[in-house]
């Protein structure tokens, strides 16, 4: 990031009312790793739904409902920074993804999968849930795939229905679209819904597979 003082109060009297917040929240984003190292890393990259529209949002492959959008914490809140804002302070995505990855993998340590088994005790899928609007980070998390890898193979599926909530199924012989009540249930339940649509996740990287649709 570049700009000094006289930079930052030009940049302020540049923004509007609406954008003052957000202008604060993003010189604290980039201030508070200076001032204290271990200060918690501001900067999240989540999975949104793409009906937002996000000032700023990447598009996945394929994917018809679901974007990557950067946020900024404040508290349990998301403020979505504005083009302009990155581009006054040179900050560009490959340094938020970066940080974002960082309070991802923070993010995925602190939740514990929940297995759902069959009668059989075959896992069918795994839950992860948190009080916090956190799961729509972690699951981007560079070593998300490691959770799993023992328990439901090198490739699964995902579906993140809202911010606080993930299902992870195996890729192999998986059954997941029978499990479209529970999804769209989640999809609905909070005022912070993501998607219903499907991703499969491996070494290869993420890539869009389905999306739940009504029987």
Same mark, same amino acid.
């Given at each position: 990031?570049?700009?000094?003082?006289?930079?930052?109060?030009?940049?302020?009297?540049?923004?509007?009312?609406?954008?003052?917040?957000?202008?604060?929240? *993003?010189?604290?984003?980039?201030?508070?790793?200076?001032?204290?190292?271990?200060?918690?890393?501001?900067?999240?990259?989540?999975?949104?739904?793409?009906?937002?529209?996000?000032?700023?949002?990447?598009?996945?492959?394929?994917?018809?409902?679901?974007?990557?959008?950067?946020?900024?914490?404040?508290?349990?809140?998301?403020?979505?920074?504005?083009?302009?804002?990155?581009?006054? *302070?040179?900050?560009?995505?490959?340094?938020?993804?970066?940080?974002?990855?960082?309070?991802?993998?923070?993010?995925?340590?602190?939740?514990?999968?929940?297995?759902?088994?069959?009668?059989?005790?075959?896992?069918?899928?795994?839950?992860?849930?948190?009080?916090?609007?956190?799961?729509?980070?972690?699951?981007?998390?560079?070593? *998300?795939?490691?959770? *799993?890898?023992?328990?439901?193979?090198?490739? %699964?599926?995902?579906? %993140?229905?809202?911010?606080?909530?993930?299902?992870?199924?195996?890729?192999?012989?998986?059954?997941?679209?029978?499990?479209?009540?529970?999804?769209?249930?989640?999809?609905?339940?909070t005022a912070w819904p993501v998607s219903v649509e499907v991703f499969e996740l491996g070494?290869?990287?993420?890539?869009? %597979?389905?999306?739940?649709?009504?029987?």
């Open positions: 990031m570049r700009g000094g003082p006289l930079d930052v109060g030009r940049w302020v009297l540049d923004v509007g009312c609406s954008q003052l917040l957000v202008a604060v929240l *993003f010189l604290m984003a980039f201030t508070c790793r200076t001032i204290a190292d271990d200060s918690p890393e501001p900067w999240r990259v989540i999975l949104e739904s793409k009906s937002m529209h996000r000032p700023i949002a990447w598009e996945i492959p394929g994917a018809q409902r679901t974007v990557i959008a950067p946020v900024i914490t404040d508290g349990g809140e998301y403020v979505y920074p504005s083009q302009k804002i990155l581009d006054q *302070f040179h900050v560009d995505r490959a340094e938020i993804e970066r940080r974002g990855a960082a309070a991802a993998a923070a993010d995925l340590a602190t939740l514990k999968p929940r297995y759902e088994r069959n009668a059989k005790q075959v896992i069918q899928y795994a839950e992860l849930k948190s009080d916090r609007p956190i799961v729509c980070s972690a699951v981007l998390a560079p070593k *998300f795939l490691e959770m *799993f890898r023992d328990t439901l193979g090198d490739k %699964v599926l995902l579906v %993140v229905p809202n911010r606080f909530t993930a299902y992870v199924f195996p890729a192999l012989a998986s059954n997941y679209q029978d499990y479209y009540p529970m999804v769209l249930d989640a999809f609905k339940a070494p290869e990287g993420m890539r869009t %597979v389905g999306l739940y649709q009504s029987p």
